[in-house]
């Protein structure tokens, strides 16, 4: 089963290209999603959203700390899953 990337919520701060950064950075796949795209595609501006902001399966993100322990976590999550496949596929 393939994983679901996070959801990095973003608008034209510099706050949220240093967290595109971060993420690119370190490897991580996830969709970018302008909150001006609400807008447009549905029925008005989202005022209480916090960008940048993360959606992720564990959770919801919100704090430029939050974000990079999140980031550490899929890092150490991924690096885990690599050597659990290493692991496996040495015993074939």
């Known amino acids: 089963m393939r994983a679901r990337k996070p ?6 701060s ?11 950075d370190n490897g991580i796949d996830f969709v970018k999603y302008h909150v001006k ?7 008005m501006e ?3 959203t916090k960008a940048p902001s993360v ?7 919100r704090d430029k700390s939050v974000i990079e322990d ?3 976590f899929a890092k150490q999550k991924k690096s885990h899953e ?5 692991t496996e596929s040495s015993f074939w």
Not at 37 to 43: A, G, V
Not at 55 to 61: K, L, M, P
Not at 82 to 86: I, R
């Open 7 to 12: 959801i990095l919520l973003i608008d034209d």
């Open 14 to 24: 510099p706050e949220s290209q240093r967290v595109i950064k971060l993420f690119v």
């Open 46 to 48: 989202l005022p209480t």
């Open 82 to 86: 690599s050597n659990d496949a290493q």
């Open 70 to 72: 999140y980031v550490e």
């Open 55 to 61: 959606i992720a399966v564990e959770g919801i993100f």
């Open 37 to 43: 795209n609400f807008e447009k595609s549905c029925c």
